[in-house]
T-cell receptor, first 116, second 113 residues
Framework: GAGVSQSPSNKVTEKGKDVELRCDPISGHTALYWYRQRLGQGLEFLIYFQGNSAPDKSGLPSDRFSAERTGESVSTLTIQRTQQEDSAVYLC??????????????FGSGTQLSVL | AQSVTQLDSQVPVFEEAPVELRCNYSSSVSVYLFWYVQYPNQGLQLLLKYLSGSTLVKGINGFEAEFNKSQTSFHLRKPSVHISDTAEYFCAVRSTSYGKLTFGQGTILTVHP
């Protein structure tokens, strides 16, 4: 595809359920990020994948959150036992960056997660 | 680690007025600096970036930003805003040797007619 694709665009779930969010980055992009944007707040870093390096998981808020990426393709963010405070827009971004840090990020449209 | 502080959460201005959105960063290493914009109901997109060289960088839609190393600032400016500039603007920083990008809290710019 032409851009970063995220699915689903909207997800409503009940407290305590697990959810899985998907991100398809731009083909060839080695770097992939997940951010969270709560209503009225900035972008909160969650996790960063760069090529075959170990991911930077320093932003994951709890052990209920995990993410995987297969090679340089699809990534899934999983939230177990969802809580109401998990409600937010989850944004994925990719970049052709090979560790230089100078390339721009291309963002997806996000997944709006609502936990009831 | 790096951090970013955007000093104004909301900036209202009238059309054709100048605007400055302030950004300060903290880092113990050399950094690259970015401004991203999020228009209503759209995804984030890059406005401009500073990597090296001239401290004044120009971006899309007439925006520019100046890197000030001594004041650790990267303020965004536009001499005359339009209604269409209404959006949320995010300042971001990353180390020159590691790719994690850290964003500020965002500034909502509202341009009134």
């Amino acid at each position: 595809g032409a851009g970063v694709s995220q699915s689903p665009s909207n997800k409503v779930t009940e407290k305590g359920k697990d959810v899985e969010l998907r991100c398809d980055p731009i083909s060839g992009h080695t770097a992939l990020y997940w951010y969270r944007q709560r209503l009225g707040q900035g972008l909160e870093f969650l996790i960063y994948f760069q090529g075959n390096s170990a991911p930077d998981k320093s932003g994951l808020p709890s052990d209920r959150f995990s993410a995987e990426r297969t090679g340089e393709s699809v990534s899934t963010l999983t939230i177990q036992r969802t809580q109401q405070e998990d409600s937010a827009v989850y944004l994925c971004a990719s970049s052709p960056d090979r560790g230089r840090g100078s390339e721009k990020l291309f963002f997806g449209s996000g997944t709006q997660l609502s936990v009831l | 680690a790096q951090s970013v502080t955007q000093l104004d959460s909301q900036v209202p201005v009238f059309e054709e007025a100048p605007v400055e959105l302030r950004c300060n960063y903290s880092s113990s290493v050399s950094v690259y600096l970015f401004w991203y914009v999020q228009y209503p109901n759209q995804g984030l997109q890059l406005l401009l970036k500073y990597l090296s060289g001239s401290t004044l960088v120009k971006g899309i839609n007439g925006f520019e930003a100046e890197f000030n190393k001594s004041q650790t600032s990267f303020h965004l400016r536009k001499p005359s805003v339009h209604i269409s500039d209404t959006a949320e603007y995010f300042c971001a920083v990353r180390s020159t040797s590691y790719g994690k990008l850290t964003f500020g809290q965002g500034t909502i710019l509202t341009v009134h007619p």
